[in-house]
């Protein structure tokens, strides 16, 4: 995406010279190079990741989120080590490191069985090499993903402008836009399509407490392209829709199970639940390396991530003078509890927008999206 009139993504592989211990011997070596999302909105920062260990950090703390986005960040964590030490024992320590940073988005090790497949299957002398083809394959895939989600997804918006004057108001939650994969975003790529086909689209962004990722990323997105957008409280949209402002909900999902079952960040089944009482469209765009189709059921299945409770208690922002402060919102002694995701109920999911089209959320329906697609 343009930022400043410049094409920006989240991550870009840079090269960094002689690398210690290149598996091939050769000179010359890779990183990768990340936006640092914890500062967005208000400073524009990249950083350089050396080591799997980096990677790891750097997904485990945030500096890079999203589903597709951590998939396709550990994809090149497994390069980096494959640039050290490609053994099968390594890529499998390594794997398995990896797959622990965070352990809801199904992306993580979606990623890293994809490159292990590829990888076991190479020769030991070729596997550095061929290690970097194959996470720029999974982020260039994700890039072509992204945009066929909203190209099937623009006639939904089309269709509201059709019927009535006056923008089509769309209601998205935590951050499902560019930064969150490599390019478009899943759930903002209709919205991104549908501005630059001239079309009057507004964006409700709810601000997705505790770690504010539609306050501070979504919104920053949205602003950057130009695309007219209101943060609200997170406790603002069943109002919303109750009033007939929010003409269709798109979220973004970390994992959906076999049967439509959809996990995103926290508070979007509450999102759900005043969309179905209000006849409001409620649409989860999912690229098929979120489905998890050996998990039956989703409500019960998917493994939901509790951080720290200092991201509830505290919040950090920019003070009179600039500066990146944190400060304390609970009183001193009080527990938090900080559960980072929640399922919503395929029975609430209206369809699920993926890079195939739009399919119903339920069991027959993804079997037969699969096996079409293999
Ligand atoms: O905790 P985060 O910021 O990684 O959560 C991100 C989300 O919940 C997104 O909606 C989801 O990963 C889809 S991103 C296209």
Not at 64 to 88: E, M
Not at 255 to 261: E, I
Not at 337 to 364: K, M, Y
Request: proline share 4%.
């Amino acid at each position: 995406m343009m930022v400043g009139g410049q094409a920006l993504r989240p991550l870009r592989v840079v090269a960094v010279g002689q690398a210690d211990g290149r598996a091939d011997g050769q000179a010359g070596g890779e990183a990768i190079e990340i936006i640092d999302q914890r500062l967005l909105p208000h400073r524009l920062e990249m950083r350089t990741l050396n080591s799997a260990k980096e990677v790891f950090v750097a997904i485990r703390d945030m500096w890079v989120r999203g589903a597709p986005l951590i998939g396709a960040v550990a994809a090149y964590g497994l390069a980096l080590q494959a640039q050290r030490d490609a053994s099968d024992v390594a890529l499998a320590n390594t794997a398995q490191f990896l797959s622990g940073a965070r352990p809801t988005a199904v992306n993580l090790a979606w990623a890293l069985a994809r490159m292990q497949q590829v990888l076991l299957a190479t020769p030991l002398a070729d596997r550095a090499r061929v290690a970097w083809a194959e996470a720029d394959a999974i982020a260039e895939d994700d890039v072509r993903v992204n945009e066929a989600i909203g190209r099937h997804a623009l006639p939904l918006l089309q269709a509201v402008a059709a019927r009535r004057a006056g923008p089509v108001n769309v209601l998205t939650h935590c951050n499902a836009g560019w930064l969150a994969t490599v390019d478009w975003g899943t759930a903002t790529s209709p919205i991104y399509q549908a501005h630059a086909a001239g079309m009057a689209v507004h964006v409700w962004v709810d601000e997705t407490r505790p770690r504010n990722q539609g306050a501070s990323l979504t919104a920053w997105e949205l602003g950057q392209a130009g695309v007219p957008h209101t943060v609200i409280a997170d406790n603002a949209g069943g109002h919303l829709m109750q009033h007939g402002h929010v003409d269709l909900c798109i979220v973004g999902c970390d994992r959906v199970a076999a049967n439509g079952d959809a996990c995103n960040k926290i508070g979007t089944y509450l999102k759900a639940l005043a969309a179905h009482d209000n006849a409001v469209p409620f649409y989860v765009a999912m690229p098929t390396s979120t489905l998890d189709m050996a998990l039956a059921d989703g409500v019960h299945g998917i493994p939901i991530e509790e951080r720290s409770g200092r991201e509830l208690t505290h919040v950090t922002g920019r003070n009179a003078v600039g500066d990146l402060v944190e400060v304390q919102l609970t009183p001193d002694g009080s527990a938090a509890g900080n559960w980072a995701f929640d399922v919503t109920p395929a029975r609430l999911i209206t369809g699920l927008i993926t890079e195939h089209g739009i399919v119903q959320a339920s069991s027959a329906a993804l079997q037969t999206l699969m096996r079409d697609k293999s």
